[in-house]
């Protein structure tokens, strides 16, 4: 079985526009390897490729980029939500009503919140997330974090490994998922900073971008249990990271904690 930990769509109204400008940005930055995306970023395209990768189950991470948009993002999570389809929901940080939000997302049945700091426009160690990750805390709600260099803020990486191991430190109580192996493209400071600490990676974006080796020497010095497979669909196919796993010489109980065992014990499935 494979649970993809990290996948992203949208309401089939804006698909094509977001997938479109989020396209033309990669492409401004040099990224044309990703584009076109290898879906259109619809949920019904998201689950036929699932079927052609071999994907049991998604995650979807939605991200609220404005305060306005998270009732309306969470709502639609909640709608989509199916016997393969599992959803976060998101809030904004400068959501005046961001902690009523996250008790709504705990009552409307998500199953944890995505925040981008990139896109969020925030440091992962700002005091003013702090209240927000308490409460995530106290609701047992699993935050994924956007991690390491971002293609939307190439000068300023906001949540880098050191900074992360800070949020670890202040808010111990919370389940923290730091996606692209903890840290994208910082994987020497992963290794300095957050190997071995409470915390989980999803290898999302991390095919072809990190090296076997070093993909390897993670895993077993954090732990299988605590490493998630996922993809960043659409901007991978799900295909390029289960191959990956596949060719790295892990064990076979190690292999189906990634796949699937670890992402069943954090949706509680």
Not at 58 to 79: D, F, G, M, S
Not at 80 to 91: A, N
Not at 161 to 176: C, H, K
Request: charged share 25%.
């Amino acid at each position: 079985m494979y649970i993809d930990f990290h996948t992203h769509a949208f309401n089939d109204v804006i698909a094509e526009r977001a997938i479109t400008k989020l396209e033309g940005t990669l492409i401004a930055e040099g990224y044309t390897d990703d584009v076109p995306a290898a879906t259109r970023g619809t949920v019904g395209e998201l689950l036929e490729k699932m079927d052609i990768w071999g994907i049991d189950k998604a995650v979807v991470l939605n991200i609220a980029t404005k305060p306005t948009q998270q009732t309306i993002i969470n709502n639609w999570a909640r709608e989509i939500q199916s016997d393969r389809i599992y959803c976060f929901g998101s809030v904004h940080p400068d959501a005046e009503d961001a902690l009523d939000e996250l008790e709504r997302i705990k009552e409307l049945g998500l199953y944890g919140v995505k925040l981008h700091p990139d896109y969020q426009g925030f440091m992962v160690n700002d005091e003013k997330l702090m209240p927000i990750y308490r409460k995530c805390a106290e609701l047992g709600l699993p935050v994924t974090f956007h991690a390491g260099f971002d293609v939307v803020s190439p000068d300023c990486i906001h949540c880098p490994p050191e900074l992360s191991a800070q949020v670890l430190d202040r808010v111990p109580g919370l389940t923290v998922i730091l996606a692209h192996f903890g840290g994208n493209d910082c994987w020497d400071d992963v290794e300095k900073y957050l190997v071995g600490r409470n915390v989980y990676f999803d290898i999302s974006y991390t095919d072809g971008n990190i090296s076997d080796e070093q993909a390897l020497r993670i895993i077993r010095n954090h732990g299988a249990d605590r490493v998630l497979f996922a993809s960043d669909c659409p901007w991978h196919a799900a295909s390029r990271e289960k191959a990956m796993l596949e060719r790295l010489p892990l064990t076979a109980d190690e292999k189906e904690l990634i796949s699937h065992k670890n992402a069943e014990k954090l949706l509680g499935i």
